[in-house]
């Protein structure tokens, strides 16, 4: 059979397709279940790219006493708009996810309060160094090629998803832009605003004169 390839553009996920991976990750033993299941929470609640999340620090998501912080900002040098971008993490999911990444990180690497601990990369591979844009494409990929997800998924489709909600949640394109972390909101109404047929529908079944 032939697989069908993606053609530029990720598949967004669906609700059952997320579940799926997180309860796949959730049930596996191994020491980076934890650290996937919050790699996948990132992407899907914070729409972040792979270049963003190699780059990220621990000492940008937790305070000194090692609690997560509400907000972290990238720098510009670390993300494609080259503007500064402010990713806010309050979503429970993220929150959860990780407290449980730090808190194992603690217990396994032994770290401690000290500047050179929390200079270190807030995700590291088995060979405890942190990963590059490519390798975290890998990792993603990996993990969504073992629960069936076909080559229509990609390291992109938590972002695209991100993305994609938001606009179906009706939120304005402004914020949806700045929570992307786009140049400006002619990327993302080019790039992700695809009309819907059934909202085309209705807006024109119950249009109103005033």
């Known amino acids: 059979m032939t697989m069908k390839r993606r053609n530029g553009q990720s598949k967004v996920l669906s609700k059952e397709e997320i579940k799926r991976v997180i309860n796949f990750q959730d049930r596996k033993s191994n020491r980076h279940s934890i650290r996937n299941i919050c790699l996948v929470n990132m992407s899907i609640f914070l729409g972040c790219r792979v270049g963003e999340i190699s780059s990220l620090r621990i000492n940008q998501v937790v305070n000194d006493d090692w609690t997560i912080k509400d907000e972290v900002v990238l720098e510009k040098e ?99 832009s700045t929570l992307a972390g786009h140049s400006s909101i002619q990327t993302t109404v080019d790039t992700y605003a695809v009309a819907n047929p059934n909202k085309m529908v209705n807006v024109c079944r119950n249009i109103s004169i005033n």
Do not use: A, W
């Not at 959860?96 to 603690?106: A, K």
């Not at 000290?114 to 975290?136: A, D, I, N």
């Open 78 to 176: 670390n993300t494609k708009s080259k503007k500064n971008r402010v990713m806010y993490l309050v979503h429970k999911d993220v929150r959860t996810s990780l407290e449980n990444h730090i808190n194992h990180r603690r217990e396994i690497d032994k770290l401690e309060p000290t500047t050179k601990c929390f200079e270190k990369p807030l995700f590291v591979s088995q060979k405890k160094s942190g990963f590059s844009p490519r390798s975290l494409q890998r990792l993603y990929k990996n993990m969504y090629r073992s629960v069936g997800l076909d080559d229509m998924v990609s390291s992109h489709s938590g972002r695209r998803t991100f993305i994609t909600n938001l606009i179906s949640s009706g939120i304005d394109m402004k914020t949806v």
